[in-house]
């Protein structure tokens, strides 16, 4: 039996909670490792029980969810070998995702989702892939970064040791291609594929290809 992949629930609402949790722990590789009802607790249960994906809501009372994903980024609690974030949303929230995308989220998960989409989503999460399809993901980066203004210094500077190849993986993960995909396009191996994202995620300071995405469409021409 494959390993499971552990969840962290995180609603201030009991009912969305219990709901999430008997989904995901209907599944045979899912696992809800522990729920929380707000950001403060959920940021120590990330660090006590380091699940594979946390499944975050945006709107909570006190610490919302953008508090609680930045406080997972400072703790280094988030990216490859430690936790994946999905955000919960309405999407009446559409103001917050690029600065949730830009603060490492691996994706977003509408609460009216199906039981397929949301298991689906944490499975992408935990793979380290964005949960979110290819055109959606155009769609968001694209429609929430086109009013922004040119890259910062320090923005430029997180690409300054990328190799020329490394800076065309970002591109076509920008663009929201898998990697079976990218090593189609560019005539290489997965492996070799997987290589290069690893090291362009690392050279960058990205915890998800969808932060990374979010910094290739503000710096990348």
Same mark, same amino acid.
């Given at each position: ?6 969840? *962290?629930? =995180? ?9 999430? /949790? ?7 590789? *899912?696992? +809800? ?15 006590? *029980? /380091?699940?594979? $994906? ?42 917050? =995702? ?23 989503? =944490? ?45 065309? $993986?970002?591109?076509? +993960? ?18 070799? $594929?997987?290589?290069? $994202? ?21 710096? *990348? +021409?």
């Amino acid at each position: 039996m494959p390993e499971q992949i552990s969840v *962290l629930v =995180v609603d201030d609402e009991p009912v969305i909670r219990a709901g999430l /949790s008997a989904i995901l722990d209907s599944q045979a590789d *899912l696992a +809800v490792a522990g729920v929380a009802g707000d950001g403060e607790t959920a940021v120590e249960e990330c660090a006590r *029980l /380091s699940p594979a $994906v946390v499944l975050l809501d945006i709107r909570m009372p006190r610490r919302n969810g953008l508090w609680t994903l930045a406080e997972l980024g400072r703790r280094r609690l988030l990216g490859p070998g430690r936790s994946r974030v999905l955000m919960l949303t309405t999407f009446d929230l559409d103001e917050y =995702v690029d600065e949730a995308l830009a603060a490492g989220a691996s994706g977003f998960l509408l609460k009216n989702s199906s039981y397929e989409e949301l298991t689906g989503a =944490v499975r992408a999460a935990a793979a380290g892939h964005s949960a979110l399809s290819p055109a959606v993901t155009r769609r968001i980066i694209e429609g929430h970064l086109s009013a922004r203004p040119r890259p910062s210094d320090q923005e430029l500077a997180r690409l300054r040791d990328l190799t020329d190849r490394e800076r065309d $993986v970002l591109r076509l +993960v920008a663009d929201g291609l898998s990697n079976t995909e990218i090593a189609d396009r560019l005539v290489v191996s997965l492996h070799t $594929v997987k290589t290069h $994202v690893s090291r362009m995620l690392t050279k960058t300071g990205c915890q998800s290809r969808a932060q990374a995405a979010v910094l290739a469409r503000n710096t *990348l +021409v």
